[in-house]
């Protein structure tokens, strides 16, 4: 099933956020239908730096690669702005498509961008993203390669603004809109019932806050058949490393922490090291060959 079916389907498409091969492994392995490729967290962990726009197309693409090498899930990417102009997005749109994407989202920033939990965005004018999506739209080699419309209008003009200018991403052809950082419940209800049934609505799950705001069921409920974790995964495994850091320069062991993280054989498990191992079996001196 495309994920353009599973966006009309009765159940709610839930993708954590990855941001890497073995992350969106992970992810797969866990059960889930798709993954959030999020900017953000491309850029903490390939970079070391905060969502503001450092990572560049070609490392974006490469990292999306590299992803669908290994899974065969719904890829969601975060192109950020597009890069640049109607025509930087369509050269995104399409790198981005043939390096794996199953949906790219384009956000209606100016660059360079902030995460959109920031404060101090600033936006392009509705008329300049409406040219983006359209030039988004054209680019798609295939049909069923989805274009996420997101605004940050709500954290700079207001909720009533976002909607306006979701409205006009959705009539330029987007065909999922996602208005980025609603503070309560009563906003996602107000989303939700004015493009209830007319187009896909994706919703950023974000760790604490407003209950509505980070359950997936209120989510589904409320309208958004499209949910996101796009920063849990990094600030978890951030926590993670600073614990066993921690443990090994305080104890000069890691042994602290063995209960919370995988064995050597447990990792190699669940990267294919057996399987690969049996293959090479197959093509060595003593193999058949088949």
Known sequence: MSLRQ????????????????????????????????????????????????????????????????????DLIVDADTGFGNA???AHSVKMLERAGANAIQLEDQEMPKRCGHLAGKQLVSTQEMVGKVKAAIDAR????????????????????????????????GADILFIEAPKTGEDLAKIGKHFAGSIPLLANMVD???????????????????????????????????????????????????????????????????EMLKQSEIYGPSGTGK
């Open 141 to 172: 080699a295939n049909a069923d390669t989805l274009i996420i419309a997101r605004t940050d209008g709500l954290a700079v003009e207001g909720l009533d603004a976002a909607i306006d200018r979701a409205t006009a991403y959705k009539d330029a």
């Open 208 to 274: 604490g806050g407003d209950p509505a705001v980070h359950n997936a069921n209120a989510l589904y409920q409320a309208g958004f058949s499209l949910i996101i974790t796009a920063g849990s995964l990094a600030r978890a495994t951030s926590f993670a490393a600073e614990q066993l850091f921690k443990a090994l320069r305080e104890d000069g062991s890691t042994a602290a922490c063995n209960s919370q993280m995988l064995s050597f054989a447990g990792l190699n498990q669940r990267i294919g090291l057996p």
């Open 87 to 89: 025509l930087n997005v």
């Open 6 to 73: 599973s966006l009309v389907g009765t159940d709610v498409v839930l993708a954590p956020g990855v941001y890497d091969a073995l992350t969106a492994l992970l992810a797969q392995q866990a059960g889930f239908s798709a993954a959030y490729i999020s900017g953000a967290s491309i850029s903490y962990t390939m970079l070391g730096r905060p969502d503001l726009g450092f990572v560049s197309l070609s490392q974006l693409a490469e990292a999306v690669e590299r992803m669908r090498q290994r899974v065969e899930i």
